[in-house]
């Protein structure tokens, strides 16, 4: 390894997403009742804002903070609190036999296997863009991301609009009562 | 100087091993939606981190766009996850077993 000192602010920001991230992703998985997995799935993405601070991705932090902490977890409790669900879930039970060593195994293999290319690769780094202008520091990022996004990523944005506009109609359709089971229940 | 982008990275590859142990080992669809979360998250920090170490603004924009997908994702999931409720009284995957042979 060659002898680098990073500054030490930017080796405290890293241990503070990285700790809040995997924390954050144990007590998902961990947890027994889904409002406290809830609240700890928005502790990994408070860390994942923070690394993207971290990153100079301005923008995508504070996206990050309001669609999915403002909006995508408080979506996770309101169906938590509506279905009353969040007691008696039974994490111990395992129908499958063997599918947690399985599972365990897999998972250890990919990350492993991710961790190793990481370490056998080496990129291009500093080299001034692959495509087009450099990567500004800071708040010209977004101008740069909204030009991207609004010219040579138009039409995939206007797909998105789109994907929004079908999702809210299915939800609506999929979580409305039968209108015949309604009358049927009106008649009782 | 700046922390490697290859920390980032194994941070990335640990929350992507993460959610995708809960979600082969947890039974609640509810829960399998948060693991699911984490990983499309990891995704996002590969994408971030990437998009710093080339210089490139492709990486931030194809951010943008799995963020929109995740969150359309979760709204339909989430509604058929209340439809299933409904039906069965229950979030757990095992109960949804109708197709067994």
Request: hydrophobic fraction near 60%; glycine fraction near 8%.
């Amino acid at each position: 390894m060659i002898a680098v000192t990073y500054s030490v602010p930017s080796i405290l920001v890293f241990a503070t997403s990285a700790l809040l991230i995997l924390v954050g992703a144990l007590g998902v998985i961990t947890l027994k009742n889904p409002v406290h997995a809830a609240l700890s799935l928005i502790m990994t993405l408070f860390g994942v804002a923070v690394a993207f601070v971290a990153q100079s991705a301005d923008f995508l932090a504070a996206v990050q903070i309001i669609v999915y902490a403002g909006a995508i977890v408080v979506l996770f409790l309101f169906v938590i609190m509506f279905l009353g669900v969040d007691r008696n879930m039974h994490v111990g039970v395992e129908p499958l036999v063997g599918q947690r060593p399985f599972a365990a195994a897999g998972v250890v293999i990919t990350v492993g296997g991710l961790i190793a290319l990481f370490a056998s690769s080496h990129w291009v780094t500093a080299a001034a863009s692959v495509s087009g202008k450099a990567l500004a520091k800071g708040s010209g990022n977004v101008k740069q991301l909204g030009t991207a996004i609004f010219t040579t990523y138009l039409f995939a944005f206007e797909a998105t609009a789109a994907l929004l506009i079908i999702a809210v109609v299915g939800a609506v359709l999929l979580a409305r009562r039968e209108r015949a089971t309604l009358s049927e229940e009106e008649v009782e | 100087m700046n922390v490697p982008a290859a920390w980032y990275l194994v941070v990335a590859a640990l929350l992507f091993g993460v959610g995708a142990f809960g979600l082969l080992t947890r039974r609640s669809a509810l829960i399998m939606f948060m693991c699911i979360e984490l990983m499309l998250n990891a995704a996002n920090l590969t994408f971030v981190t990437f998009s710093r170490t080339l210089g490139d603004i492709a990486g931030q924009a194809s951010v943008f766009f799995v963020m929109v997908v995740a969150a359309a994702e979760v709204t339909v999931g989430l509604g058929i996850v209340v439809a299933v409720f409904r039906r069965k009284s229950s979030t757990s995957v095992d109960d949804m077993s109708e197709l067994k042979g």
